[in-house]
């Protein structure tokens, strides 16, 4: 019929279908690359093989114009495990109040709190020094030469354990702050 457009062929729709198809294979085609390799999710830290425990601080004499800080309570020959475990929550303490907000490092395991207690830009003269005898392949220890556990419970509160004279975690010897 004149004045009518051509009708589509078969042919000429099975072409249109074959190039549509070879359009998408190509857009959407496997790639041969290798894929990126992947990276290892981080884990806890390497077993610790507790050693020998560490020196103890020799007393210092606090007065109420220069009472100790909190770094010469932690391991002071006069003091007592538990005076260690409150001396560490003070440290504990003044690094998750010293003002760094958002900026401040998250404290998961013994590292981090290592890392977070010995660093003098938050901490000031409050900071552990790094010859301190609580500090032995960068991780702090208790009196029995065990490393604390860290266990953040909020943003402002941290669980700090220690094994006690046992050497093992959870059991009744367990020196624990804040108390569960």
């Known amino acids: 019929m004149p004045g009518l457009p051509p009708r589509p062929t078969l042919l000429g729709l099975a072409g249109t ?3 549509a198809a070879g359009v998408v294979f190509l857009l959407f085609r496997p790639s041969h690359r290798p894929p990126p390799p992947a990276v290892p ?3 806890p830290p390497p077993a610790f093989a507790p050693g020998p425990p560490p020196a103890l601080l020799p007393p210092r004499p606090a007065t109420p114009e220069n009472p100790a800080l909190a770094r010469e309570r932690l391991l002071a020959a006069d003091g007592s495990p538990e005076e260690d475990l409150l001396a560490l929550a003070d440290l504990i303490d003044a ?4 003002g760094f907000g958002e900026n401040r490092r998250s404290l998961g395991f013994n590292e981090d709190l290592v890392a977070a207690l010995t660093d ?4 000031g003269d409050a900071a552990l020094p790094l010859d301190h005898p609580g500090l032995r392949d960068g991780r702090l220890l208790d009196r029995w030469g065990t ?7 909020a943003a402002d509160t941290i669980e700090v354990r220690s094994a006690g004279p046992d050497l093992r975690l959870y059991t009744d010897d367990d020196l624990v702050n804040p108390r569960p």
């Open 17 to 19: 279908l074959l190039l």
């Open 41 to 43: 999710a981080p884990g």
């Open 95 to 98: 690094y998750v109040h010293s």
């Open 120 to 123: 003098a830009a938050a901490l």
């Open 147 to 153: 490393p604390w556990q860290i266990h953040p419970l």
